[in-house]
T-cell receptor
Framework: GNSVTQMEGPVTLSEEAFLTINCTYTATGYPSLFWYVQYPGEGLQLLLKATKADDKGSNKGFEATYRKETTSFHLEKGSVQVSDSAVYFCALSPNRDDKIIFGKGTRLHILP | GAGVSQSPSNKVTEKGKDVELRCDPISGHTALYWYRQSLGQGLEFLIYFQGNSAPDKSGLPSDRFSAERTGGSVSTLTIQRTQQEDSAVYLC?????????????FGPGTRLTVL
């Protein structure tokens, strides 16, 4: 079946540190891949997406590359800020399907 | 413009009671989705509507859960005979049309607590 596995948190980093949150997936066919973010007290929002192999999604300094050979979609940011503190969800939408399958989420704390 | 809205924002009910949760999608969005976010299970898909029909109900956890959509707009998720394990945040999302390339926009959720 389809599933997403992401690193468990919480992850605590100092401001300006490099961030990686690992995500791997299992899916048949060619899913679309997403990272969603949930800031404290706010709703879930799309951070970035990639719809085919080798695509790189990017937004707000975050990047993730769709790696079909390793079935991965790791989230990276070169220099995190306190305002990046949030819960990050890796997700996929199976090919020719509409629902989103989410990972468990990774809580990120950035210390000033 | 206005985003996805959900009501109520919080609902506390007693075990065995029925509850109705409402979702107003973004105007013009034909696809509507319900998800559940709970501590133990994370974010789970429940049901999806394209227009007024529901091509995928595979995530509904039991026959106590049902949903409908009328006029291609507002949707209601109904939980009958609520149980404590139904306690969760229920999220609604909408997208311009179906298909996995279309971004889903999420509402703020309804926090349901079953005592």
């Amino acid at each position: 079946g389809n599933s997403v596995t992401q690193m468990e948190g919480p992850v605590t980093l100092s401001e300006e540190a490099f961030l990686t949150i690992n995500c791997t997936y299992t899916a048949t066919g060619y899913p679309s891949l997403f990272w969603y973010v949930q800031y404290p007290g706010e709703g879930l929002q799309l951070l970035l997406k990639a719809t085919k192999a080798d695509d790189k999604g990017s937004n707000k300094g975050f990047e993730a590359t769709y790696r079909k050979e390793t079935t991965s979609f790791h989230l990276e940011k070169g220099s995190v800020q306190v305002s990046d503190s949030a819960v990050y969800f890796c997700a996929l939408s199976p090919n020719r399907d509409d629902k989103i399958i989410f990972g468990k989420g990774t809580r990120l704390h950035i210390l000033p | 413009g206005a985003g996805v809205s959900q009501s109520p924002s919080n609902k506390v009910t007693e075990k065995g009671k029925d509850v109705e949760l409402r979702c107003d999608p973004i105007s013009g969005h034909t696809a509507l989705y319900w998800y559940r976010q709970s501590l133990g299970q994370g974010l789970e898909f429940l049901i999806y509507f394209q227009g007024n029909s529901a091509p995928d109900k595979s995530g509904l956890p039991s026959d106590r859960f049902s949903a409908e959509r009328t006029g291609g707009s507002v949707s209601t998720l109904t939980i009958q005979r609520t149980q404590q394990e139904d306690s969760a945040v229920y999220l609604c999302a909408s997208s311009l049309s179906s298909g996995n390339y279309n971004e889903q926009f999420f509402g703020p959720g309804t926090r349901l607590t079953v005592l």
